[in-house]
């Protein structure tokens, strides 16, 4: 059997897509009431769990640390990444990280990582969403894996872990390509890469006994002032709502829409 | 004045719309340079010198395409420092995000991603959560990084060309160290329709076409459309995973998107709330879609969609 993996899976808890998101106070923040897990971190989860799993799982000494920063109430994304099956969770939380940008994210998820290959056990693969369905960036896993100096391997549409070896399938508009790096990597997962399992009740009820640990920023090193808008080198100035689309007409099919759509575009100058 | 850098990967025989966008931009910034990877003909040199571009940047090595982004960022850092700029210009692509987002880490630098539009001063217009809020956002760094989206602004050349001085950038001796290396890599045919990404006019189906994208794509070609899919259509395998348009698709916001037989659900949305135009085609009343159709036909996109195609082709002789 293949030699066994610590794999950290990096989650997020997001605000809901499916009720109105806000941008709020002075600092323009997202509102995180109404959050959940990212649903494309489903996707680095399940090929954490699938990596682990082909090296015998956690009684053969193989490690899904489900790893998420944010607010208090981001500790249900990790405890729902529990349910899933990660392994163990650990949330970092300090309020100095409260309106961190890209830049100040990944130091603190790069010292968060760092922090936990000091237990004599380097971490061996950092997995990842193929970006935050809030954030929509996807520069953390690029800034993670520069920071760490890891190799990085993003938007994996499939992976495959052999020795030291990974190697990932990316697809891209106009190419597919293979690509191959060495562990330590990070890499980042499409949605095309599995299908995500489903917390059952089972899943659920081990998770109560699954360890979470809560890190601070004293506890992996880091000063106040390299995080949160104070660490940031970005400041978002303005936020305005852009008004909500609304219907407009809608007409039923009486055998003459087609034509009836081409006066609409022509009317509208798009022909 | 400040000094800008706009970064242009593999430029081929001629630059593309979305280069000559960012070096108009450039140039609003200040003196404007170029980091080059791959080939600098001499029809982009020219071209280059007619957008006001006095230097132009290549690297001593051209193994920076078998490595995935690592690379490029490093050789990217030493031409910003080699040019002394403040500003630096990338294509908002993955890849140019994650270019600018390494870039960020090198040199200390704030970054702003699917910039849509930039003022004198560097400050970035930008819409976030889905289309949902439009911000302006700002570095606080000596040097700004920003991906922008194409098709924001048009493309001007400077009146007084130039023949812009090619330099070398030595690659960090460690630039190629712990990077992921591209093993093989094949290239998809292309379709001749424009790029879905840039294109004027979007015409997409999805579950609702039931294997048959015929008269999306008949529509498509009648309207000098590209064609693009929700993940059911894509997922179904009745076209390319690249027509994929959402959130974890391709983002498109074009003058007229046309949605036949996609129920508009919020992954879908994501991808293209922010188009001009929507017209939406589904033959449930009921359907999401409908909430944010500037146009909606309720009835089946296999008698719509044929006939709108008739119609225009009729019209335009
Ligand atoms: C993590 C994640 C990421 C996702 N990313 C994306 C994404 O990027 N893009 C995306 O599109 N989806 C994405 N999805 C999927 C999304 O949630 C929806 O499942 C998908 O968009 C549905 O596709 P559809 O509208 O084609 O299919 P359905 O929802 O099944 O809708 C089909 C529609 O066709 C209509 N119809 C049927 N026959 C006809 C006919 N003859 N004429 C007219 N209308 C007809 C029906 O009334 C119905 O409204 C994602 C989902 C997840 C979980
Ligand atoms: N605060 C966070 N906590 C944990 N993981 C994160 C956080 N922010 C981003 N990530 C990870 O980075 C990926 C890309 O996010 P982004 O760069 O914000 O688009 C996500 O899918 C997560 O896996």
Redesign the pocket.
């Known amino acids: 059997m293949e030699e066994t993996l610590k794999i950290v899976v990096l989650v997020k808890h997001v605000p809901d897509a499916q009720f109105d998101r806000h941008i709020t106070g002075p600092d323009n923040t997202t509102d995180r009431d109404e959050s959940i897990l990212s649903?494309?971190d489903e996707y680095a989860l399940e090929a954490a769990l699938q990596l682990a799993e082909e090296r015998g799982g956690p009684k053969a000494g193989n490690e899904v640390i489900a790893l998420s920063m944010g607010p208090a109430g981001a500790v249900n994304a990790v405890k729902k990444s529990l349910q899933i099956g990660a392994y163990s969770g650990v949330h970092l939380s300090d309020d100095a990280l409260a309106g961190s940008d890209a830049a100040a994210t990944s130091l603190a998820l790069a010292a968060a990582i760092r922090h936990l290959s000091a237990d004599g056990r380097p971490v061996d693969l950092v997995l990842t969403g193929m970006a935050s369905t809030d954030g929509e960036t996807s520069l953390i896993p690029a800034q993670l894996a520069e920071r760490l100096q890891f190799p990085q391997v993003t938007f994996a549409s499939s992976l495959e872990v052999a020795g030291n070896q990974v190697t990932a399938r990316r697809d891209a508009g106009v190419f597919s390509e293979t690509v191959e790096a060495q562990l330590p990597a990070v890499v980042s997962v499409t949605?095309q890469i599995n299908e995500p399992r489903y917390p059952n009740f089972k899943g659920i009820l081990a998770a109560k006994k699954k360890k979470i640990a809560a890190l601070s920023l004293a506890d992996i090193g880091v000063d106040a002032s390299q995080v949160g808008l104070a660490g940031s080198w970005t400041v978002v100035e303005s936020a305005e709502a852009r008004p909500p689309r609304t219907a407009g007409t809608i007409i039923t099919d009486d055998g003459d829409a087609g034509i009836k759509l081409v006066d609409f575009l022509a009317a509208q100058k798009l022909l | 004045m400040a000094n800008a850098l706009v970064f242009i990967d593999n430029p081929g025989a001629a630059l593309k719309k979305s280069s000559l966008e960012l070096l108009t931009i450039a140039r609003s910034l200040g003196e404007t340079a170029v980091a080059l990877t791959g080939e600098l003909t001499d029809d982009v040199a020219a071209a280059l010198g007619a957008y006001g571009v006095a230097t132009v940047y290549q690297p001593s090595s051209d193994d920076l395409d078998n490595y995935l982004v690592g690379p490029k960022a490093a050789y990217l850092a030493a031409a910003v420092q080699s040019a002394g700029a403040t500003a630096v210009l990338l294509d908002n692509s993955p890849e140019g995000k994650e270019i600018a987002g390494r870039l960020g880490i090198k040199l200390n630098a704030g970054v702003i991603t699917d910039v849509v539009g930039v003022e004198a001063d560097g400050t970035a217009h930008k819409s976030v959560l889905a289309g949902s809020y439009n911000t302006t956002a700002k570095a606080t760094t000596p040097v700004t990084v920003l991906s922008v989206k194409a098709n924001n602004v048009e493309p001007a050349p400077s009146g007084a060309a130039g023949t812009p001085a090619v330099a070398r950038i030595d690659l960090p001796a460690d630039a190629l160290v712990n990077s992921a290396r591209i093993a093989s890599r094949s290239e998809k045919p292309v379709s001749g329709r424009p790029d879905l990404s840039e294109a004027r006019i979007v015409v997409a189906g999805?579950?609702?076409v039931?294997g048959d994208f015929g008269p999306v794509e008949e529509l498509a070609d009648a309207l000098g459309a590209a064609v693009g899919a929700?993940?059911?259509?894509t997922d179904a395998g009745w076209i390319g995973h690249d027509a994929?348009?959402?959130?974890?698709?391709v983002t498109v916001s074009p003058q007229l998107y046309i949605s036949?037989?996609?129920?508009?659900?919020?992954?879908?949305k994501a991808?293209m709330q922010t188009s001009k135009v929507i017209v939406a085609?589904?033959?449930?009343a009921e359907?999401p879609v409908f909430e944010i159709a500037d146009y909606g036909i309720v009835?089946?996109?296999?008698k719509v969609l044929p006939q709108a195609t008739a119609e225009i082709k009729k019209r335009k002789g």
């Open positions: 649903e494309l949605d | 999805g579950r609702g039931d929700s993940r059911a259509a994929q348009v959402g959130q974890t698709g036949a037989g996609i129920s508009g659900a919020i992954q879908q991808g085609i589904n033959k449930d359907s009835g089946d996109l296999f």
